[in-house]
Structures are given as structure tokens and as C-alpha cells.
């Protein structure tokens, strides 16, 4: 099955933003261009950036950001749009911010809480990934979704978007990976001041992290993501499954989900 290089307007302040469309399912349908969005953080938008998207029509934007996040790098977003955040429990949120890799003696290290950080997408990040979901079905689009790097968060919303309008998972996996060509985090961080991709607080800048570790945090490692999906499947026994038991939908939604989502 060929991949199919995902469209990524041409913005100066965007980070890691792309259609989520054209993507083929194991099926040989085809995901809707023009739909469905994912990206990093939009605060650095500029006019002409914002002219650019105009086209897109986005109705709602679902942020997936801890209120510190958000409060750090708020979204501007010109015109009527309806925004949505559901973070995490206070727990969750405590854990996050307390900067576990910050603890991470090198790559190794870095990379276990990566994997553990993965396998618990599932619980923590429920929520918001309804909400993505509860959008198309009452057709709430265009749609975007988005964290700090647009990566780790957004990367496993993605992945359950995707998944259940029937992508299979190497491709799953590349349009994850695609990250890594679609921006450069590091350079990112560099030169926008606020800016922590979700994996610093207001303590500890991007820079001070060591550089393999950084090196780890920053990178788009399709295993990690494949721990996520590996995670979802054996709890649920698919990502139907967790869309359905989880998350709550029922057979009606999850139809209407692939008609909103799927060419004709």
C-alpha cells in the first residue's frame, strides 16, 4: 500500500500541522481531505497563516493541552470557532508536570518512560479523544485537533482516528513518523520563547534537558506509538472496541464516524 504524503499547508508559524485526509484504509477507501487536522501548538500563527487556513473552515478546534499549557501559549483564533478542552485528572496532570524525563539519566531511560508514558494513552486521554469524535458526528467540522509538539498526545488521537475508519497500522505508524519531516521540534523550541512542546514546565526550559534525552522526546519513534496501539488492543481487542467500551459510542456513531470521515 503506498503512503500517501500528508498535506501540510505552507505556514510561518505553524508547527507540525497537516490534513489528516487521503490516507488509503486496508479496505481501499480513502480518508476525506479537508475534514480532519492535526497539529502542535497554534499560538505563533501569523495573519498570513491565518489567511492561508481560511479555506479549511475550521469549526472546531479540540485542544489537548494542560491548563498551564494553554495558559502559557493561548490560541488566538480569529473568528467564530468552538474550542474544547478536557484535561486529565488532577493526578495526571500533577505526574505530567513534574517532568519524569526531566529525571531521565540518559537515552535509555528516556526512551522506558516514553514506552510507559504510551501505554497508558489509552485511560488518560479518553476525554478529549471523545470529544474529537462527538465533533463529526454532530458535524462539527472542519476539525482540529492539537497538543504542544502536535506528536505524543495528538500522534495516539491520530492513531484512534484513523484506526477506525480502517488505516492499517504500518501506515498508522508512518503518518506518525511523518513528524519527524514535517518540523523540526528542536529548532522549534529554539526560537519561539514560550514555547516547551509539552515536555518542560515553566521551571525547566527545553535546553537544559540533556542532549540524548532531548534527542528522545523530541524524535517521532513509531514504537512508542506501537505500544499504544498494542495497549489499546489487548484491553479492548481493537480500536472498535475501545472507540466502543471506552469511549462510549454506539454502532450508529461509529457509522456515522466512517460516512463523515470516508470518500464516497
Known amino acids: 500500500m503506498t503512503f500517501h504524503t500528508p498535506h501540510q499547508p505552507l505556514l510561518s508559524g505553524g508547527c507540525n500541522l497537516r490534513d489528516l485526509g487521503g490516507h488509503e484504509t486496508i479496505s481501499g477507501d480513502r480518508v476525506r481531505k479537508g475534514v480532519i487536522f492535526r497539529s502542535g501548538v497554534l499560538s505563533y500563527l501569523t495573519p498570513s497563516d ?51 524525563w526531566m529525571r531521565a539519566k540518559d537515552a535509555e531511560g528516556a526512551q522506558a518512560i516514553m514506552r510507559d508514558t504510551y501505554g497508558t494513552m489509552h485511560e488518560w486521554l479518553s476525554a478529549p479523544l ?58 522549534f523550541a529554539a526560537t519561539h520563547r514560550n514555547s516547551r512542546l509539552g ?25 512508542y506509538l506501537r505500544v499504544a496501539i498494542e495497549a489499546v488492543n489487548e484491553r479492548y481487542g481493537s480500536i472498535e472496541g475501545y472507540v466502543r467500551d471506552r469511549l462510549g459510542l454506539s454502532a450508529e456513531q461509529i457509522d456515522a464516524e466512517r460516512y463523515q470521515l470516508l470518500d464516497d
Open 50 to 100: 491565518y489567511c492561508c487556513l481560511a479555506r479549511a473552515q475550521i469549526q472546531t478546534i479540540v485542544d489537548l493541552r494542560r491548563p498551564d499549557e494553554i495558559e502559557a501559549e493561548p490560541t488566538n483564533w480569529p473568528g467564530p470557532v468552538k474550542m474544547v478542552n478536557l484535561p486529565p485528572d488532577e493526578a495526571v496532570m500533577a505526574t505530567q508536570r513534574s517532568g519524569a
Open 130 to 187: 471523545r470529544a474529537i469524535f462527538q465533533s463529526v458526528v454532530d458535524l462539527e467540522l472542519a476539525l482540529l485537533f492539537h497538543c504542544s509538539a502536535g506528536k505524543d498526545r495528538t500522534g495516539f488521537c491520530a492513531a484512534m482516528v484513523l484506526g477506525l475508519v480502517g488505516v492499517g497500522t504500518d501506515t498508522i505508524l508512518r503518518d506518525y513518523a511523518f513528524t519527524d519531516e514535517a518540523v523540526d521540534l528542536e529548532a
Open 199 to 223: 515536555i518542560s514546565d515553566n521551571a525547566h526550559e527545553v535546553s537544559e534537558i540533556p542532549a540524548d534525552v532531548r534527542a528522545v522526546l523530541m524524535k517521532a519513534d513509531p514504537s
